[in-house]
């Protein structure tokens, strides 16, 4: 499951930072801290990997719109 926006990556990126030991999870706050309750290494794995391009700052905001190729004639 790709993350949804920037932030969530992020959130996702700091839990599982945490899941592998390598940050304190006393440092994990509001959505970084449920992500690491409830889910798994590989599942923060695939939030972490999406691909940063197209995603909007926060969830709210909307996706950019994919330009389209010119057609031939």
Do not use: D, I, V
């Amino acid at each position: 499951m790709p993350a949804k926006s920037k932030a969530q990556q992020e959130a996702a990126g700091a839990a599982l930072s945490a899941k592998r030991g390598e940050t304190s999870k006393s440092q994990l706050q509001g959505a970084s801290r449920e992500m690491y309750k409830s889910m798994s290494e590989k599942q923060l794995e695939e939030f972490t990997h999406t691909k940063r391009k197209r995603l909007p700052e926060h969830a709210s905001e909307k996706r950019a719109p994919r330009k389209s190729k010119p057609t031939k004639s």
